[in-house]
Structure formats: C-alpha cells, structure tokens
C-alpha cells in the first residue's frame, strides 16, 4: 500500500501500466481514510492502542477471548475460519468494546481456500501471470465469503535449494518470475478496487528467508546487501507496488540481525524508500524467537527491538500486550511509533470496508465454495502447470487401451492437495484413479503397488502381473503433502521408498511405462528416467489434478508447463541456479571422475569449475518443458544496435509451432551484462510470453523490454543501467538460444 503522499504517483504509474498492458491496481489509501484513522487514533487510549498490535490464534471457543475482546486487546486474530465463530468475534470486538473496532481476520490462505490450486511452485511452472491472478481470486472469493479478510500470501521468498522444504510455497529461483507472480496474487487477492471480496495480501517473509544455510528451515542467511537488493529485495517491491497492503518478517537472521528486529530492511528500505504505508506483522512468535537467536534477553527486550525496527503486530508471542505499556512510560519506545503501527493497522481495516460489513452472511458463505467455476479455474491451472519432461513417442495416449493404473499418488487425496492446505477437504480432491476410471470405465485396473511415498516394500510381483496384462502402465510416484512445507527440509531428494525399484520392475515387464510425480520440490529423478517412456512432473496438483492429469496423458491438452527451478541430477549440486555470476574459470567440459588416470599428479592448471563426478550441468535447466508439438525460433530481431538509458529494446521473432499438436510454447527473454562494475549473471530473465500456436501455424511476435529493466545495483550501492555490451537470447529455456549482441550508452 502505497502511502497517502505518494498516491498521486501510484496514480501516474497506474496509468503508465495501463497504457503498457500491464494490469495495475486502484488499492491505495485516501484523504477520507486517513481522516478517519486520525480520528479513530485520537479517541484511543494507549492500551486499546497495544490490543490493535496484539494477534492471537483463535482455537476453542469464542467465549475464552470474550473478555479480552470486550477491553480491546485483540486486534486480529487467524486461524478460525467458522463464519458462525467469526460472526460472533466480530460481534464481540464491534459491539461490545468501547470503540468498536473490528477485528482483522487473518489465514494462511496459500494456494486456494477451499478448492485448492496447484502448490505456488506449480503455479510458477505456468507462466501465466493471468490465470495466477485468477486463481487468488478465486481464493478470496471463497474465504472472504466465510469472514477471512486477510491472507499470509504470496510467499516471494526466492529459493535455490530444493532440499528447503518451503520451496513448496514460493514462485522458485527467478528474481523475474517472482515479481511477476507476486503481483499477480496480490491483484487476485485483493482485487482491482476493494470490496467486501477483497483479503488483504501479506507479502513474506521479509526477507532472505529463502537462502537458508544448507536448505534447513529456519537456519541463518548471510545475504549481502547488494545481494537483497538486486535478487531478494526486487519481487517485494514489485508486490507492494502492486498495492500489497500487508508484509510478515521471516524467522531468519541475517548476517546476525533477525528480521523482526531488523531496522535497515523494514524501516529504511520499505517504509523510507519504498513509502510503505500498509502493516507489517511478525511471523509467528518470531518476536520471541529472538530470544532463541540470542538477540534479546527476554520478551521486554524483543518487544522494543522489534517495534522500534517498524514492527506494527505481534503474531503469537504477546510480547507487545505484556509490555509495551511500560516500554512507552520509560521513553524506550515512543508515543509516536506506537501511533503509527496502529494508524497502519487501523488503515488496512477502514481500507476493507470492515467497519461497515464485519459480519458475513454464513448461508451465502456455503453457496461459494467448490463453486463449478472455481473447480473448472483449479483444473485449467494444473493443466497449465504440468511440465513435460521426457517423450520417447509414448504420449499422448489414444483412448481404448487397456491401463494398469499404479503408484502411491494416484489415489492419494489428501497428499496430492499439498502443503500447508489447512482448509481444503480431501473428499473433494479428484484423483488421477477416479478421472481416468470415470473417462474409461472398466478399462482401468488399479494395482498400487506401493500405500505412500515413504512405502519401503519390496515385492511387486501383484503390480507385474497386472502390467503384464495392459497395454499401458500408468504409474503416479512422488512425495506426501507432509513431505515439503515449513520444517521439513529433506537431504535426500530421491523417490523416498521403494519408489524406484517399483519403476525398475514396471520397466522390466516390457510394457509402456508413462511416470507423473506429483512432488513439493524439483526431486532427484535422474536415475529414474531411463525407466520411463515418458515423465509429466506435477508439482503438488490440489483439488483437480486427477481430471487435468488426464487430459494432458490423452491429449486433450498439451503440457505447457516449464520449470520455474533448476532440476538438479544429485541434491550435492545444490545450490545450482541458471543465472549464477560467471567463475574466472568457466566450465569448458573437462575430465569427470572415471577418466582420471590412477595416481595422476596435481594440477590446478587449464581446470575449470564443476564438479569432477557431476560435471557443471543440471538435470534440466530453468525454464524447460517439453509438448507434444515442437517449436522453432526465427527471424530473432532488434530494432536498434544501441540504446539509450530511457529506450525500450523492442525484440522481434517469429515462432512457429512445427509439429502435429497445437499447442502452447513460453518464449522466454534472457539477457547477459557483459561486463559490469560488479561480476553480473551469465544470464537473467527479462521477459516472457505464452503463445498458442495451432500445427503448422507461425507467428511474429514483438516484446518490449525499457532499457531500465537491465538495472542493478552495481560497486557504488546505486541502482542504475551501466552502460556497454550486453547480449539477449530468445528461446524456449535457459539454456538455449544464440545470442544476439546490443549495446547500451
Ligand atoms: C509461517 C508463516 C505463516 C504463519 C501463520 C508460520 O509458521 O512461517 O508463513 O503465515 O505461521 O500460520
């Protein structure tokens, strides 16, 4: 949220966007808003001032919080979605406290309310800013019906290592790809202009949280502030320029300070240069968690660091509550600091309208969930998601065949939802077993094989046999919900189980194997490929999976997924990430392991960074995904040789779909800063674009690309383009493509 001085600016940008195609937003405060917060704030006393700052997880029953709500000492609270239970909180905060103020209703609404979308890691694999947004407008429809007006999402944490189990949750690697994300959920949340349909979103977690040492949740970040500011800092700009209302700081510290309590991040670079005006929450008990980290002695200390740093709410350490009060009579924390932090929070809640409707209608709120337009929206994003991995001509399949349907995901309800669904019912989901015995009723024989992911059994010979007697094996592997999400970090990223040896004896049978993983994270898959005939990778589907998943093995849809992180081939390769900085010894392919000649002498000369048993490639690099047809790239154009600062780079290329299906390619833009004041990325996302092509059809298409886009924060700590040589490939992955040269002046 943009603050109230700059909302003549926001206006400006806004009409910018539009003019550009860009979608803008109207979320921004005005004069009657804050009129009304000043008012609100000049009747409260300092300890209803604290109770706005103080939230709390509201189990059990409502009665246990009547008291504190009659005082005003609660100011949201998560984790009751009941709307007959909300209903009755807000009554109690609205009618029965002195000043009425309702109470913000917060949930972790991650990838859908009720119907649940693919997990945010899938939804990056669509590159499809517009159907993301309409998935998170799905989402709030759904929750702000039942009295949920406030989602902890989207999660922009930029993630490089797969053994991180929250990678689950964000948007992957990419810098680009993030913010494109980001913004999306966030105009899908909360919607163009708000009404009582619209949650407020959270951006989190502020910030670096991502680069957990190791891939071990929680653990500590040594992030440089050159490194926030050109990869972790960029996607939480862009959101909140996108009117992201509310921000969450992480658990991690980095370089020593934790976020909660970090000033440098929440107040200079957020509040001071960005103008964010919207309320900034602390994870959950991370305030107290400072105490763990040994940043503060005890809930006093942590409480004043933490305010002081901008924090405006404490989520579940009732640190602010127990001690604010006196903080503020002994001059350690200020009058005017505690009035800011409510003036945000009082802002968000005029903002929604909360005032006027606390109270939802619970018969309506039914109607809305599961609604046939929401099923319909979940499934066309897994469509959109699947990213096809490998196809040796076995896909996609011609109905009438008689199918061994196997593996530990394909019945899975409850595990092929995802992580962190606290909502979503399982006896909605639909399985790949269900759409595919509905589509070809008595066609389907289903033989598990193996119960769960983590299945250790050993004998298949029930699985064999059934394989023997179809004429195609489709087989659903992967990982449990309970496998990725928050705290579970894994150092092993092959199939858990007995995964493998389950391929390895389907293989073994001679007939067409066709693999799906539905997983949390880019698995370790490579020694499973040879057994396959073809691989669809699923990240986590949710509630529509089943029907999706069938229609892209049948051809009803083509894949268009790509992959929005590197696949690595062993997890020692992690952290692995396409747009690395270049050694001064780039990989030229050298001796692996087996080619070193016994008792060979020493030597460091003419040798190049990789890895001598792994080389220096991954598995599948960013961006990749396969489909039933095949395009070509031609004609790659631009329409200057040098630029100015203020240009816009206008590429020209003409795709065309040069096989049997149509189908869907994402054209990627990627550019190289040849040299810089700092080492830059051999390569960057700049651009991308989904284009549908029909068989044998081409196109030319044009990208524009403002010359600023190539900005970064070079040796003098100032964002700017540098002037020189840069390169620009237009392909359909990383890893692909000639290189075009330009110069910038
Ligand atoms: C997570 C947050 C989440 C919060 C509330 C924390 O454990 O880190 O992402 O929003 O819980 O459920």
Avoid at 176 to 197: H, P
Avoid at 394 to 413: C, E, F, N, S
Wanted: glycine share 10%; aromatic share 8%.
């Amino acid at each position: 949220m943009k603050s109230i001085r700059n909302l003549y600016l926001s206006a400006l940008v806004l009409l910018l966007f539009s003019c550009s195609g860009q979608q803008g937003t109207t979320v921004g405060s005005t004069p009657e808003v804050e009129k009304r917060v000043e008012k609100l704030l000049s009747q409260m006393t300092l300890a209803e001032k604290i109770g706005q700052m103080n939230q709390v997880s509201a189990g059990g029953e409502v009665g246990n919080y009547a008291d504190a709500l009659r005082k005003g000492q609660i100011g949201s609270i998560l984790n009751e979605v009941d709307p007959v239970k909300l209903n009755e909180f807000q009554r109690l905060a609205v009618e029965e406290s002195r000043l009425g103020i309702p109470l913000l209703v917060g949930r972790d609404v991650i990838h859908g309310f009720h119907t649940i979308f693919p997990i945010p890691l899938g939804l990056a694999a669509t590159f499809d800013p517009a159907l993301v947004e309409e998935g998170a407008r799905v989402a709030a429809s759904e929750a702000t019906a039942q009295g949920v007006r406030w989602t902890f999402s989207p999660m922009l944490d930029i993630a490089r290592d797969p053994r991180w189990g929250r990678i689950a949750e964000g948007s992957g690697e990419d810098t680009y790809l993030d913010a494109r994300m980001g913004e999306a959920m966030v105009r899908g949340y909360q919607g163009t202009s708000l009404d009582s349909t619209s949650m407020a979103a959270c951006v989190k977690h502020f910030v670096g949280y991502g680069a957990a040492e190791g891939g071990r949740d929680y653990n500590s970040t040594f992030l440089t502030e050159r490194q926030l500011r050109n990869v972790y800092l960029p996607p939480f700009e862009a959101a909140i320029k996108a009117g992201a209302m509310t921000l969450m700081t992480s658990f991690n510290d980095n370089d020593g300070v934790p976020s909660t309590a970090n000033a440098f991040v929440v107040k200079d670079v957020l509040r001071g240069e960005w103008g964010f005006d919207g309320l900034v929450v602390t994870d959950w008990d991370s305030m107290g968690e400072m105490i763990d980290h040994g940043f503060g002695e005890d809930r006093k200390d942590v409480a004043e660091k933490a305010v002081n740093a901008g924090v405006d709410m404490d989520m579940m350490t009732f640190g602010f509550l127990s001690h604010l009060e006196e903080l503020v009579k002994n001059g350690a924390v200020s009058r005017k600091s505690i009035d800011n932090a409510v003036r945000n929070i009082l802002r968000v809640k005029v903002m929604l309208g909360l005032f006027e409707h606390p109270y939802v209608d619970v018969e309506a709120a039914k109607a809305v969930q599961y609604a046939p337009e929401h099923l319909a929206s979940a499934q066309k994003s897994v469509e959109e998601s699947v990213i096809l991995l490998k196809n040796s001509g076995v896909l996609p399949l011609k109905g009438g065949q008689r199918i061994l349907v196997t593996g530990p995901m394909a019945d899975a309800p409850h595990d092929q939802l995802g992580t962190w669904v606290f909502d979503g019912e399982k006896a909605h989901t639909v399985t790949p077993l269900k759409a595919l015995q509905e589509l070809f009723p008595g066609k389907v024989d289903y033989v598990p094989g193996l119960t769960f992911s983590r299945d250790k059994r050993n004998n298949f010979f029930d699985v064999m046999a059934a394989a023997r007697r179809a004429d195609v094996v489709l087989v659903f592997l992967g990982e449990e919900a309970i496998l990725s999400g928050e705290a579970h970090s894994l150092a092993d990223l092959n199939l858990k189980g007995s995964q493998s040896e389950l391929l390895a004896a389907l293989k073994a049978t001679g007939k067409p194997v066709v693999a799906t993983v539905m997983a949390g994270r880019p698995l370790t898959i490579e020694r499973d490929l040879p057994n396959v005939d073809a691989m669809l990778y699923s990240f986590h589907p949710g509630t529509m999976g089943g029907p999706a998943l069938a229609n892209i093995l049948f051809g009803k849809v083509n894949p268009s997924g790509k992959t929005p992180i590197t696949f690595l081939r062993t997890v020692g390769q992690a952290p692995m990430y396409y747009s690395h900085n270049n050694t001064g010894r780039p990989y030229r392919g050298e001796t692996l392991l087996d080619d070193i000649p016994a008792e060979a002498g020493q030597t460091s000369l003419g040798n190049t960074s990789y890895y001598l048993d792994y080389g220096a490639y991954p598995l599948f690099p960013f961006g990749y995904g396969l489909s039933y047809t095949t395009f070509a790239y031609s004609g790659i154009g631009l329409d200057k040789e040098v630029y100015k600062a203020d240009d816009t780079i206008t590429v020209t290329f003409t795709l065309a779909n040069t096989g049997k299906y149509d189908g869907t390619e994402v054209a990627q833009v990627y550019i190289r800063d040849l040299v810089g004041s700092i080492t830059r990325p051999v390569k960057e996302l700049k651009a991308f674009e989904r284009v549908s092509l029909k068989a044998g059809e081409s196109r030319t298409l044009t990208v524009k690309i403002p010359v600023q886009e190539l900005a970064f924060v070079g040796l003098d700590g100032v964002k700017k383009v540098e002037a020189g040589d840069f390169q620009l490939w237009v392909a359909g992955d990383s890893a692909s493509g000639e290189a075009l040269s330009f110069k910038v002046q």
